[in-house]
């Protein structure tokens, strides 16, 4: 079982039966009403009502580059970026399946990985997308003190 299929299971535990139930029933209203239970946002495991939701600020990059907290921010995310704590997310549009790895949904970020570091495989929109952000990583790991192998794994 992949990584989001444990997820996917994760988030049905408890649900499985009268989901199977409502799906062989045909009951697509009920369907819709247990798989949005499934989705609902939820904080600290309750379910939250998106009108209780209050809209934080945000602002335009430009003006907030000329703030005295940049420098520092954009540090960190340096850091954050070159040690493998971040994931960027490229799978929109269809873009996960051009890698050949199969659905979104089930795919392993070190399957994904593999693909970023092999340097033959610059075919398809995926992979271009991808050896663009390894090269853009390698640019990014000069001058912090962490080699650009380290950085790409």
Same mark, same amino acid.
């Given at each position: 079982m992949t990584f989001m299929e444990k997820k996917i299971a994760e988030l049905v535990r408890g649900r499985e039966n009268e989901l199977e139930q409502a799906v062989a029933a045909g009951d697509l209203k009920k369907v819709d009403r247990i798989t949005g239970e499934i989705n609902? @946002?939820?904080?600290?495991?309750k379910p939250v009502n998106p009108d209780e939701l209050e809209c934080g600020e945000a602002y335009f990059v430009k003006d907030f580059l000329v703030t005295p907290s940049a420098k520092d921010y954009l540090r960190k995310a340096r850091e954050t970026i070159l040690n493998g704590e971040y994931v960027p997310e490229?799978?929109?549009?269809?873009a996960a399946t051009r890698l050949g790895l199969g659905p979104m949904y089930f795919l392993?970020?070190?399957?994904?990985?593999?693909?970023?570091?092999?340097?033959?495989?610059?075919?398809? @929109?995926?992979?271009?997308?991808?050896?663009?952000?390894?090269?853009?990583?390698?640019?990014?790991?000069?001058?912090?003190?962490?080699?650009?192998?380290?950085?790409?794994?």
């Open positions: 609902a @946002l939820k904080i600290n495991g490229f799978f929109f549009a269809g392993d970020p070190r399957d994904v990985a593999k693909v970023v570091t092999d340097k033959s495989a610059t075919a398809g @929109l995926g992979q271009r997308q991808l050896a663009a952000y390894a090269s853009r990583l390698a640019a990014l790991s000069e001058g912090s003190g962490i080699k650009p192998e380290k950085a790409l794994k």
